[in-house]
């Protein structure tokens, strides 16, 4: 199988290495000579030139490709080169960021006259998902939800005092509807077996229900700051930006926002945009002005500038100032987990957010719906719908042959959750949640 990325970028490139890694054929154009060659680093075909140009596609092999995805840092390349690629009968992904075009985190049918089957705004995408972080519980933890909201998945530090940690995983008891699916130590990541143990400093992946995984937080010495009896209250973000303004936009009608923007250009733009939230000109690193405007009181402090150190600063500022948690949004994907570890809650990228939603919808078929990146491209989880053709129907868990380093975590079948265990048949109908090492994907769509 194969597919044609145009751009080589960040979002290119992660897209490029996590789909090469997964056994695609990977083709990339690209005009900018630094990117072509680490392009180059990946085994992939690289063709130096315009995406948008025919002779340039035709090169990458567009006629065979399955997919075409276009990144570039140009909304208008990447519409135009998505018009032309769609001649050829590929499906098309385009990243469109500017407000003149797209206003929603995804759409599928407004660019369709133009050829794109799916464009992607990674502002909106971003802004969407510091949301749901914000106001899903167990708050300010990655997650992602599958099988229409019945399962989720998170990503979790455990504290210090974690009753979990050093045990072997056969003697841990979770609460019924969650599983421990992986652990992520350092760039390692860990499909459990019985005599493992979760160490401090680890992360784990925990796969079930919601109100499952809510029951998780002792066990795992969770530090939650709110939940549903208690809800977010206040916010205050740094940066007018439109992640900044999109996040304010989704929750000002339910809580108290208060936005930062050092130029004033930006902030009377966001101030006319926004209906009840507080637009504030200054700097968000100003000690005085974050007193002042009382950074101790808040539920969460966002730094959302256009600069990724600003982001930093102003988070390990406010944190200092007794904001109850931090986010920053990040630019250096490599920063993410490096930053989790210190004394900011959350460390998030947009870039991430984009390759995640792309990744989903370049993968979608009938039986694969949904999907995640996870720990830098490593480890994907995977949602699965078993049809009839399906060579795991009707088998136990224990007889269908799941390679090295994959789980299958949860099930949803007739409103229900189960955690499966080896006599657990595979019924047509079912929506099958599986954590895996990237390597083991191909192994594992043969057997679906």
Not at 299 to 309: K, L, N, P, S, V
Not at 399 to 413: L, V
């Amino acid at each position: 199988m194969s597919v044609v990325i145009a751009g080589a970028g960040e979002v290119g490139y992660y897209i490029a290495r996590s789909l090469y890694s997964e056994g695609y054929e990977v083709a990339i154009i690209e005009s900018d000579e630094a990117a072509a060659n680490r392009a180059e680093s990946l085994d992939a075909l690289v063709v130096r030139g315009n995406a948008a140009a025919s002779a340039n596609l035709e090169e990458a092999g567009i006629r065979e490709a399955k997919n075409f995805i276009a990144v570039t840092g140009y909304d208008e390349v990447n519409m135009v080169a998505c018009s032309i690629a769609k001649s050829y009968g590929v499906r098309t992904i385009a990243r469109i960021n500017h407000s003149d075009y797209i206003d929603r985190p995804v759409s599928l049918d407004k660019f369709k006259l133009l050829g794109i089957d799916v464009a992607i705004c990674p502002d909106l995408v971003a802004a969407t998902k510091i949301v749901r972080i914000l106001t899903s519980t167990p708050a300010l933890v990655e997650s992602d939800v599958f099988a229409k909201g019945k399962i989720k998945v998170v990503q979790v530090s455990p504290g210090e005092n974690a009753p979990v940690l050093d045990q072997p995983i056969r003697d841990i008891y979770w609460p019924k509807g969650a599983n421990l699916a992986a652990i992520f130590r350092k760039s390692d990541v860990i499909v459990p077996q019985g005599g493992d143990s979760i160490q401090r400093g680890d992360r784990v992946v925990i796969v079930g229900t919601d109100s499952a995984i809510r029951q998780t937080k002792d066990l795992l010495d969770i530090r939650v700051k709110w939940d549903e009896d208690s809800p977010i209250s206040k916010v205050m973000i740094a940066g007018a930006t439109r992640i900044g303004v999109n996040i304010a936009k989704l929750m000002e009608r339910d809580v108290d926002i208060s936005l930062i923007e050092s130029d004033r250009q930006l902030a009377e733009e966001a101030s006319a945009q926004l209906s009840s939230t507080l637009v504030i000109k200054g700097e968000p690193t100003d000690r005085e002005l974050l007193l002042d405007e009382g950074v101790a009181s808040v539920d969460a402090f966002i730094g959302a500038t256009g600069a990724q150190g600003k982001n930093i600063l102003s988070c390990f500022l406010a944190g200092k100032l007794g904001a109850h948690s931090t986010i920053a949004l990040i630019d250096q994907l490599e920063l993410v987990d490096l930053l989790n570890d210190v004394s900011i809650d959350l460390a998030t990228s947009p870039r991430i957010s984009t390759v995640n939603t792309i990744l989903q919808y370049a993968h979608q078929s009938e039986d694969l719906v949904s999907l995640a990146v996870m720990q830098q491209g490593e480890a994907r989880v995977l949602e699965l719908v078993v049809t009839s053709k399906s060579k795991v129907a009707g088998k136990p868990l224990r007889k269908i042959g799941m390679p090295p380093n994959s789980i299958i975590a949860a099930i949803a079948r007739d409103g229900m959750t189960i955690i499966p265990h080896g006599e657990t048949k595979i019924e047509v109908g079912d929506n099958v949640v599986v954590f895996a090492r990237t390597e083991s994907i191909p192994k594992i769509k043969k057997i679906f």
